[in-house]
């Protein structure tokens, strides 16, 4: 089918958008550098989770295949790895290029044959001194057992001669005392991999054998860890799982240059790999290094622009946030906007509010050291109730949140875990305040991301504040069936999956198409990390052929391909990627401003997100959030600098600039709009202060004259 994309494909199309950003002229060369190193990490996850599971499911269903493209599991896999090859000149060529750009200001990445020989020198003695007494290299044949290769870890690999033949010694690189990067200079800039030196003093490790060929390797292993169903011990569960993992069957091997076939061969048999699994890499490894050399520099010309969350304009200093949400509904965008200046403190006044009964939230990926958790402890130690359902199957944060869990207990928060058979990706809070003539008051907070302080200055996300009652009694729904472990089945406002929301949502696509079909304006818009449930496809397909204009900014994973005739002519789609990771989502129905309705939420348009998880997207009702949730995605259907565009054959290209118009890089605009509103505000304080003391003078010279004017008259009457 012509408009419809395989979801892996699609993703590596994504990913691909991430590599170009590695080489794109307008980035400074040490964010180009982290750009690498986001596709690297990216791959990485894409081939532990999706390849991963692709790879179970080859062996256990070999003829089910793809709802969209009718690929089984082993041609999927097959177009994953020719696709993966190709991408491979263009990810070697984006690194080299910058590094040979960096040495303009210093930086180089030395070698064995670009190190002087005093550095050569220095590199031995640095090897026996501080490498090789906290290493071991084990030798490997058949009479003896293969080590067991940790997932994602460097090792060097050497094949060995003897008299008794050949075998294989395997080194483990890294160990407690490791220094990746190794300096060569006094800034750092000139440096060497600590991997490097490792594999070439590899021969010092094994006496008696001669090193006839050597490599760097690197095994992904699948990470596509399932729990189904929950009992009193779950979280023991999880932490079993999470060990689990980490010693599942490999998926990937890659090896630095080109290495001895036979040695090859033996390390794929003894991993139980196929040959085809073998990826060959020029350029390290691991990228993940890179990221250290942003330190060494504080030249402008090599980072970004220096960008700092904004306090919302929107917000008094000098009134609690429940009071000001209390009076009206507030849009907080991130990062533009501050979230510890915003929702932090929010939860901050909260915790110490006398008032405060109870604080509900469902927290999914946190930060390291989190404030939200210091405020929630704070909260119950003041004796409010607490309640908060943590996701223990957040992919990769299991073991964060099992021990934030843990923490959230021993400060007296009723820590819960959710339905059995759903994961709870709902980004929700209820704060629930006693009301000054009597009653309670609430405050509902819904958005589109994590309530993590480290993120909100990366990724791009909104959340709204209200007071509105009847979401607040939906937002009681919700919670009241995580504690029991059901689900929502009816709802007043809120969209909550995984029975209340896709309903909603085709009904008001079906709004649309009824619009279009009587001769009006049909219109539907969304922006979303990824589009690949099929029923929303569907009817998207049916409201462009009936006419309906569709808009769609998403991300990363798009199966649906616009402008193909007969299907998706009246579609348009269209991928932001820059230097904020796009994750916010909106789904806009209608064209006409008065009966628009605007949602912003925690779903994408994944059947995973839609029907599987818990999920809550919320109307935003205001007219002036409305108008401006439009203009922000007016300003991203504008971007001509980050902005890709999908062609009807599935290809993305570059949105074109014409002669003479403004440049838009939709992620900077509104960075700026956030320092302009604030810049406003603060302007229209000084002139209120100004017109306060201009009023003061004028009333103080009036009282003044009037006394001079009284003494006047008194004096010429006596």
Not at 66 to 75: G, I, K, L, P
Not at 238 to 258: G, N, Y
Not at 587 to 596: E, H, N, V, Y
């Amino acid at each position: 089918m012509d408009h419809l994309e395989n979801r892996e494909l699609s993703w590596l199309k994504f990913n691909k958008r991430v590599l170009e950003e590695a080489s794109a002229p307008e980035n400074p060369l040490l964010e180009r550098l982290s750009f690498s190193a986001i596709y690297q990490s990216n791959l990485d996850e894409f081939f532990m989770v999706r390849v991963g599971s692709l790879t179970d499911l080859e062996k256990t269903d070999k003829k089910k295949k793809d709802s969209r493209t009718e690929m089984t599991a082993s041609q999927q896999l097959d177009a994953i790895f020719t696709a993966v090859r190709r991408l491979r000149p263009a990810v070697e060529k984006a690194y080299r290029h910058t590094m040979k750009e960096l040495a303009a200001y210093g930086f180089e990445h030395v070698n064995f044959d670009t190190a002087t020989k005093e550095e050569i020198a220095f590199l031995e003695l640095y090897f026996r001194r501080e490498i090789k007494p906290f290493i071991s290299g084990l030798v490997i044949n058949d009479a003896l057992p293969f080590p067991f290769l940790k997932n994602k870890e460097l090792y060097a690999a050497v094949q060995l001669g003897s008299k008794k033949g050949t075998s294989i010694g395997v080194i483990p690189v890294h160990h407690e005392h490791s220094q990746r990067l190794i300096s060569l200079g006094n800034d750092g800039k000139r440096f060497i991999l600590e991997e490097d030196v490792v594999l070439h003093y590899a021969h010092l490790m094994f006496k008696g054998y001669k090193v006839i060929d050597r490599a760097l390797i690197r095994v992904t292993r699948n990470a596509d860890i399932m729990v189904s169903g929950r009992d009193s011990d779950f979280r023991e569960r999880m932490e079993e799982l999470v060990a689990k993992r980490k010693k599942l069957a490999p998926v990937r091997l890659e090896v630095s240059d080109d290495f001895s076939r036979e040695a090859l061969d033996y390390i794929c048999k003894k991993l139980k790999i196929k040959n085809v699994r073998v990826f060959t890499s020029h350029i390290p490894l691991d990228m993940s290094y890179v990221y250290q050399l942003q330190d060494m520099s504080e030249d402008p010309v090599l980072h970004y622009e220096q960008r700092s969350p904004r306090k919302p304009a929107e917000l008094s200093e000098t009134k609690s946030v429940f009071s000001q949400v209390r009076s009206k509904d507030l849009l907080l965008c991130y990062p533009f906007e501050s979230m510890n200046l915003s929702f932090i403190r929010l939860l901050q006044e909260s915790a110490n509010d006398p008032k405060v009964v109870s604080i509900k939230i469902t927290l999914y990926r946190l930060a390291k050291s989190s404030k939200v958790i210091d405020a929630l402890c704070t909260a119950a130690e003041q004796g409010k109730e607490v309640l908060v359902m943590i996701e223990l199957r957040a992919r990769f944060d299991e073991s964060n949140n099992i021990e934030w869990s843990k923490h959230l207990q021993k400060a007296g928060v009723k820590v819960i875990y959710g339905p059995k058979d759903y994961k709870a990706h709902s980004k929700l809070l209820l704060i629930t305040r006693k009301a000054q003539g009597g009653g309670y008051e609430y405050v509902t907070q819904i958005g589109t991301g994590n309530y993590n302080e480290k993120t909100s200055a990366i990724y791009t996300d909104m959340m709204l504040l209200t007071a509105d009652r009847a979401i607040a009694a939906d937002a009681e729904r919700v919670f009241g069936a995580l504690l029991t472990g059901g689900l929502v089945e009816q709802t007043e406002k809120l969209l909550v999956a995984p029975l209340c929301l896709r309903a909603p949502v085709l009904s008001m696509m079906d709004e649309q198409i009824n619009i279009a079909k009587n001769g009006g304006d049909g219109y539907i818009a969304a922006k979303v990390n990824a589009l690949c449930d099929m029923v929303i496809i569907n009817k998207l397909i049916e409201a462009s052929q009936a006419g309906v204009k569709v808009e769609l900014v998403v991300r990363g994973i798009c199966c649906l391909i616009p402008g193909v005739e007969g299907f998706t002519e009246n579609i348009t789609v269209r991928s932001i990627v820059g230097r904020f990771l796009e994750h916010s989502r909106i789904f806009i129905f209608g064209k006409d401003a008065r009966s628009q309705k605007i949602y912003i939420g925690s779903a994408d348009y994944m059947s995973r997100n839609t029907i599987r998880r818990v999920e809550v997207a919320a109307p935003v009702e205001d007219m002036k959030l409305k108008k401006r949730i439009r203009e922000m995605f007016n300003v991203m259907m504008s971007d001509n600098v980050k902005a890709r565009i999908m062609l009807n054959d599935g290809t993305y290209v570059h949105a074109e600039t014409a002669d003479g118009e403004e440049r838009i890089n939709s992620q900077e605009y509104f960075y700026q709009q956030a320092y302009k509103r604030l810049e406003d505000k603060q302007k229209r304080q000084e002139q209120l202060r100004k017109n306060r003391d201009s009023a003061a003078k004028s009333s103080s010279a009036g009282k003044k004259a009037g006394r001079t004017s009284s003494r006047g008259r008194k004096k010429k009457a006596e």
